[in-house]
């Protein structure tokens, strides 16, 4: 069992930044990889990043790339994604979740999600 709450959601202003944190409970957690996911109002839930459970390896979607990072402490049993560069269409509730499956941008192969965290960017 994986218990997941994401933090450091806010708002800020367009070109600005933010880091989010997705602290988990349970001796397992570095055996998940952990992906980033985002909801826009009157959207679907759509994938953002995601990591190895080593940290070796990681992906993005396209409109983020070189822009944000997915990034984990194992020992820490944290897994961040800093933002910078922020637009108003990264508005969204992030949502953090653990997965074991094979394709990392498919919600439904993810076992545990946190309750998501506002992000709010004003143009």
């Known amino acids: 069992q994986v218990q997941l709450v994401e933090s450091g959601g806010g708002l800020v202003q367009a070109g600005g930044s933010l880091r989010l944190s997705c602290a988990a409970s349970?001796?397992?957690?570095?055996?998940?990889?952990m992906g980033w996911f985002r909801q826009a109002p009157g959207k679907e839930r759509e994938f953002v990043a995601a990591i190895s459970w080593s940290g070796r390896t990681t992906h993005y979607r396209d409109s983020v790339k070189g822009r944000f990072t997915i990034s984990r402490d194992n020992a820490k049993n944290t897994v961040y994604l800093q933002m910078n560069s922020l637009k108003p269409e990264d508005t969204a509730v992030y949502y953090c979740g653990a997965t074991r499956g094979s394709s990392w941008s498919v919600k439904a192969l993810y076992d545990y999600w946190g309750q998501g965290t506002q992000v709010t960017v004003s143009s």
């Open positions: 349970g001796r397992t957690f570095s055996s998940y990889d």
